[in-house]
């Protein structure tokens, strides 16, 4: 039960972060958007992905929940990587319409 309640709140959270690159691609602009924020997730899921590797290392028997959980660990973190360099580009975009102001 444990694990399946851990794959959804990943999944769930999976489902969300595209919805914030969308966001970050489209509006050019870093206004609203914080890199400690994203920072600090993604340091999240580096703990739940080493939580998953020792896990393994433990030899115990794993059931198909635990992989798709590891899985949208490493989707989940891929996704908060994309949005933090589309926070970088937006910033470049942020002090280039400054200049030009």
């Not at 444990?2 to 870093?30: H, N, Q």
């Not at 939580?51 to 949208?72: C, E, P, S």
Request: with cysteine; charged share 20%; proline share 1%.
């Amino acid at each position: 039960m444990t694990d399946l309640l851990e794959a959804l709140m990943i999944v769930c959270f999976g489902l969300s972060w595209p919805v914030s690159i969308m966001k970050s691609y489209k509006s050019r602009t870093a206004k609203g958007k914080s890199l400690v924020f994203e920072v600090f997730i993604w340091i999240g899921y580096i703990f739940g992905i080493a939580r998953k590797v020792i896990q393994v290392n433990d030899g115990k028997d794993f059931g198909w929940l635990f992989y798709m959980a590891f899985v949208f660990y490493i989707l989940n973190i891929t996704e908060v990587t994309i949005d933090m360099m589309l926070y970088v580009r937006n910033k470049k975009f942020d002090a280039l319409a400054e200049k030009q102001a």
